[in-house]
Every structure is written in C-alpha cells, then in structure tokens.
C-alpha cells in the first residue's frame, strides 16, 4: 500500500491560516470518511486532532478544521500560533481494510 | 480516561523476535467496541501501520509485515501484545500501542524505542 501523499513542509507566520493537503485514491481518502489528522512534537506520541474528516476530540481547540474533496483531505491551521509548530501526519482507511498514513508535514511557525 | 503503555526489550538482535505488550488502563479491552494496534516510527521518519486487533481476536495486518507479524489479545490481563520476527536493522524505530475508533487512532501510548543491533 502507498502512503497518503502529503508536503514535506508548510510555514506561516503568527496569527495567519495555513492548510496541508493530504492526497490519496478512491481506495482510500477519496472512499471513506475515516480520515484523521495527528498532531506530533519531536520525541512525544501522536495527538488526534481531527477524525472522520471533520470532526474535533473534546479539547482540541476550534483553530483546526479538516475537510475532504475527492481524493484529497485537508487539515487548516487558523490564527496560527507558536505551539502548532510540529509535525502533522494523515491517516485513512483502505478498501483492502489497512491503515495508511501520509509521510508527515513539518510546520514551521515564522 | 484511557491510558495505554508499552513494555519490552529495548534491544533485539538481527533475526530475533521483537515481542512487546500493550496494558490498558482506564477501559476494558473485552468490553470495547475497538480496535487495539500497533504502529511505529523508525527514528526521523514517518508513521507507519502495524495491524489491529478486534477484542473477538480478529486481526489485520499491513501487507508489507503480514509474515512476520502477530497481535494478540489477553482479555483477562487487559493486554495485547506484538510479536515480530527475523528482525533487521530496518525493524529498528519508535513502536506506539492505541486504540482504534472507526480505524482511527485516538488513544496512544508513550512510545518504546526497540533497536535491533548485535
């Protein structure tokens, strides 16, 4: 299976909105609603910031939005701020039911 | 809340068995509607998909490690646990236990660095 294709890299500065894609096939992104976005900071676990394309885990602040059209997931940072700089990974399920993750975004805040 | 945390070797020769286990807290593996899996990291790259297990035991598994991979569950210890084999250097990386909703992964352990090196 392929990995979800998404940008090595994405910056912005304080207070602007930023948005990382996260591309697939109809086999997966482009199939399901269970796409979700994990936020992750060097040398800590991943943390669930969006699932089923849309939705928000209780404490996650309203800032992240996700969205889906086609094949292709997006992930929306507003009012960025220092804290969001991480790591963002993708994942979907798959008509051969697997997990597929994206490579991973670094998000720098400038 | 849910809590998961991973044990186990740190250190595991080239062609040995990795074997790691995965103890809940907070929620019972038999009276979830969940999955329980394993994912890991390799150091400076991305994630990647292990397999799942249902709480009735059945399981799945990434395509590219279905032949050396096993997840198993012990309901009575509220545990599950990872069994790889033949491993090389390139099993070395960060292996995370969580809990699946919907195939998602919401609840996820601290993380255990395994190295496999002689």
């Known amino acids: 299976q392929s990995a979800l294709t998404q940008p090595a890299s994405v910056s912005g500065s304080p207070g602007q909105s930023i948005t990382i894609s996260c591309t697939g096939t109809s086999s997966d992104v482009g199939g399901y609603n269970y796409v979700s976005w994990y936020q992750q900071y060097p040398g800590k676990a991943p943390k669930l910031m969006i699932y089923?394309?849309?939705n928000r885990p209780s404490g996650v602040s309203n800032r992240f939005s996700g969205s889906k059209s086609g094949n292709t997931a997006s992930l929306t940072i507003s009012g960025l701020q220092a804290e969001d700089e991480a790591d963002y990974y993708c994942?979907?399920?798959?008509?051969?039911?697997?997990?597929?993750f994206g490579g991973g975004t670094k998000l720098t805040v400038l | 809340q849910l809590q998961l945390q991973e044990s186990g070797p740190g250190l595991v020769k080239p062609s040995e068995t990795l074997s790691l286990t995965c103890t809940v807290s907070?929620?019972?593996?038999?009276?979830?509607?969940?999955?329980w899996g394993w994912i890991r990291q390799p150091p400076g790259k991305g994630l990647e998909w292990i397999g799942n297990?249902?709480?009735?035991?059945?399981?799945y598994y990434n395509p590219s490690l279905k032949s050396r991979v096993t997840i198993s569950v012990d309901t009575s210890k509220n545990q599950f646990s990872l069994k790889l084999t033949s491993v090389t250097a390139a099993d070395t990386a960060v292996y995370y236990c969580?809990?699946?909703?919907?195939?998602?992964?919401?609840?996820w352990g601290q993380g255990t660095l395994v190295t496999v090196s002689s």
């Open positions: 089923d394309v849309s």
């Open positions: 907070g929620g019972s593996i038999s009276g979830s509607n969940y999955y």
């Open positions: 969580a809990t699946l909703g919907r195939w998602q992964p919401s609840y």
């Open positions: 297990i249902y709480p009735s035991g059945t399981t």
């Open positions: 994942s979907s399920y798959t008509s051969t039911t697997t997990l597929v």
